[in-house]
């Protein structure tokens, strides 16, 4: 019996996706709109590389006995594990603790790129995506987070999102946490565990959240969740806290006001985000792009003061054509106490961050990208073997007046490459045989307009005689016509 050589199953890794020109462009013109809105409010680009020290990664790393654990980690050639980048917010402290005194301060950047997180994938749910970052480190105004959120708002927009279709959310760590120090709650644990039940008011309602904030919640597999054991009274005050949001920012703030019940960490609060209201209004940000809501608390322990999240508004479907809420498109925050783990001086900052390829995909159930087919190239028909390098002075021709153009490098005959053409969904094909070559024309195939004739025509002898969309040109006016044709296809 011969062995059979080894052929391994073609199957990409689970989590990561294989992504073709349609979806490569639309994420690529999202990072594109708002890079230049970025720029535009005098942020600078940062790349940093893949790989991260473990160490560096902090609350970022689920179990540093086990590197393995959340993300994807391997180790030195010392010894030391490495690890791909979790996200682009612990990349950023590591880079300004390492360069602060070269940098201007405050320092201001924004960033995209993959990130990499070693976790079960699931529908929606990926091991590699992109993400896209804007962050201040070294200002602890309230005007900086104020900053931060009209950007967003702003890059949102470029990105295809006009105003009315998503709404940032705004809240301050800081009244939840006075509110809960006037409840008698004094643990870390418990202040965590509050803040976790209050990130799952959306999904499970006022009752479930009711649920976890006392003794615990069972869930419909029967899996129990232990609670934040907060007692009744407790349990009233933050129901009351997260439903005090009003249309208005300044009526919000006056609500909370009466909530907090004047502690001094809550009053902190509560300033602060009356100085984010001002400039917000300075900034041109309306109640209906920005708007405070006490139940957003993003779930995160390491944020310290002003958190936001992105929330789409507009109606979505999923492949079915079933309405489905996609929630949260962005989020992020203040942030003081993650570049002190490198120097061990506290240092401001405030980010936004959000998932270009999530973006993309919201962008797509509501129906927002692109109609139609990723658009080929023109495609120059070759004939003649020996006239390659005339057919390649074509294609050089065409891209050189700013079109995109290939020369067809298969073997096979013209009816082959015209059908590869029409795959390509190329709007063009040029045709240039011996007899164009003698006479100093092309023929020009508008695949377009052929598509469009070929189906009112019944008759196949017609349709060939006619040859719709066909013309033959002087090789002079080439690159014109078939401009033309681009541009009405576009």
Do not use: H
């Not at 609350?59 to 490495?82: C, H, I, T, Y």
């Not at 008011?201 to 069972?218: F, P, Q, S």
């Not at 936001?308 to 989020?331: C, H, M, P, V, Y």
């Amino acid at each position: 019996m011969t062995d059979q050589p080894f052929r391994p199953e073609a199957r990409a890794p689970r989590g990561f996706a294989d992504k073709r020109a349609a979806t490569l462009r639309a994420e690529r013109r999202i990072v594109e709109q708002v890079s230049k809105v970025y720029e535009q409010w005098g942020f600078e680009p940062l790349d940093t590389g893949a790989f991260e020290y473990a160490d560096a990664l902090g609350k970022f790393l689920p179990d540093s006995d086990r590197p393995n654990e959340g993300v994807f980690a391997l180790q030195d050639d010392d010894e030391q594990w490495m690890a791909l980048r979790y996200d682009l917010t612990a990349p950023l402290a590591r880079f300004a603790a390492q360069n602060w005194e070269t940098l201007a301060k405050p320092y201001r950047r924004y960033a995209f790129g993959p990130v990499w997180r070693n976790e079960k994938p699931g529908p929606g749910r990926y091991r590699e995506f992109i993400q896209c970052d804007a962050d201040t480190v070294g200002s602890a105004r309230p005007e900086a987070d104020a900053e931060i959120i009209a950007l967003a708002v702003a890059g949102l927009e470029a990105a295809g999102l006009p105003r009315g279709t998503a709404v940032m959310k705004i809240n301050n760590r800081k009244l939840l946490n006075g509110l809960l120090t006037a409840a008698g709650v004094a643990t870390e644990g418990q202040k965590l565990g509050v803040l976790r039940a209050v990130d799952k008011l959306d999904r499970l309602g006022t009752e479930g959240v009711t649920l976890l904030l006392g003794e615990g919640r069972k869930d419909e597999s029967g899996a129990f969740t232990k609670g934040a054991g907060l007692t009744a009274k407790a349990i009233d005050s933050v129901l009351a806290f997260v439903a005090a949001g009003q249309t208005d920012r300044g009526a919000t703030l006056d609500a909370l006001s009466k909530v907090i019940g004047g502690s001094p960490e809550g009053d902190e609060g509560l300033e602060e985000l009356a100085k984010i209201d001002a400039a917000l209004k300075g900034l041109g940000v309306g109640g209906d792009q920005a708007a405070f809501d006490p139940s957003i608390v993003r779930g995160l322990e390491y944020y310290t003061g002003a958190v936001f999240e992105a929330d789409l508004l507009l109606e979505t479907l999923d492949d079915k054509g079933q309405a489905i809420r996609f929630g949260s498109i962005g989020g992020g925050g203040r942030y003081d106490d993650l570049v002190a783990r490198f120097t061990g001086e506290r240092t401001p900052a405030t980010g936004f961050s959000f998932g270009v390829s999530r973006l993309a995909a919201a962008l797509a159930a509501a129906g927002r990208t692109e109609a139609g087919e990723t658009r080929g190239p023109v495609v120059v028909i070759a004939f003649d073997q020996a006239r390659m390098a005339d057919y390649f002075a074509v294609a050089a021709e065409l891209r050189n007046g700013g079109l995109a153009a290939e020369v067809y490098l298969g073997s096979s005959g013209m009816r082959a490459q015209m059908k590869y053409a029409d795959r390509r969904l190329s709007p063009a094909a040029v045709i240039i045989g011996e007899d164009e070559f003698a006479a100093g024309t092309a023929t020009v195939k508008d695949l377009d307009l052929g598509r469009d004739l070929s189906r009112d025509m019944t008759d196949n002898a017609a349709w060939k005689a006619e040859r719709p969309g066909q013309q033959t040109i002087p090789r002079a006016d080439l690159v014109a016509v078939v401009r033309k044709i681009v541009e009405a296809a576009q």
